[in-house]
């Protein structure tokens, strides 16, 4: 499975159970915002590792609303201590996708330790997480998405070409609180 076609499953997912998406940075939030644009997705544009830990967040102050980080393996490797913060706290409106494609990808694709010998999974149900999936195909993808812990989607390496995200980070931001926090005031 490509990494492409895993985020346009999860932004298809994401769009009808009306959640939020937190996207990792580089070609996955670039990939998201050219699949599927929506306000209710906030695309990191730096701050490697720290997607997983900004859904948490999220997903503890709006726990009417459905929160799904998108992380990829060399992210998670650069904050393993999220795994062990998601175990202690996160609750059944979040769910943290990890793409393992084993390489940085967004820096030229340099092999990460999952390429090697550091299985992710593994490391998820040592740090606590109770519910963690690995995944390698699309339908086992979608059964997943309306779940919460963590799912490991292993993905093939490579990026797609496509262009950078034209907004700017005021904008993905003041778009992504207004949709989220207005959801808030009506629940």
């Known amino acids: 499975m490509r990494r492409i076609d895993a985020i346009a499953i999860i932004a298809e997912a994401a769009e009808a159970l009306n959640a939020l998406i937190v996207c990792n940075l580089g070609y996955p939030s ?12 906030f695309y990191m544009l730096g ?24 992380d990829g393996d060399g992210s998670v490797l650069m904050n393993l201590g999220t795994l062990a913060t998601i175990a202690s706290f996160a609750s059944s409106n979040y769910l943290l996708v990890i793409l393992d494609n084993r390489v940085y990808g967004s820096t030229g694709c340099q092999p990460t330790c999952t390429s090697r010998c550091t299985d992710l999974a593994a490391v998820a149900r040592g740090a606590g997480v109770r519910d963690v999936r690995v995944v390698s195909g699309e339908e086992e993808l979608r059964r997943r998405l309306s779940g919460s812990g963590v799912v490991v989607a292993i993905v093939e390496p490579g990026n797609a070409d496509v262009p950078v995200i034209p907004l700017t980070p005021e904008k993905i931001l003041s778009r992504f609180m207004e949709r989220a926090s207005s959801r808030m005031r009506r629940s």
């Open 30 to 41: 670039r990939e998201l915002f050219f699949i599927r644009d929506r306000p209710e997705n």
């Open 47 to 70: 701050s490697m590792g720290m997607a997983s830990s900004i859904a948490l967040g999220l997903s503890l102050a709006l726990p009417e609303r459905r929160v799904i980080a998108i």
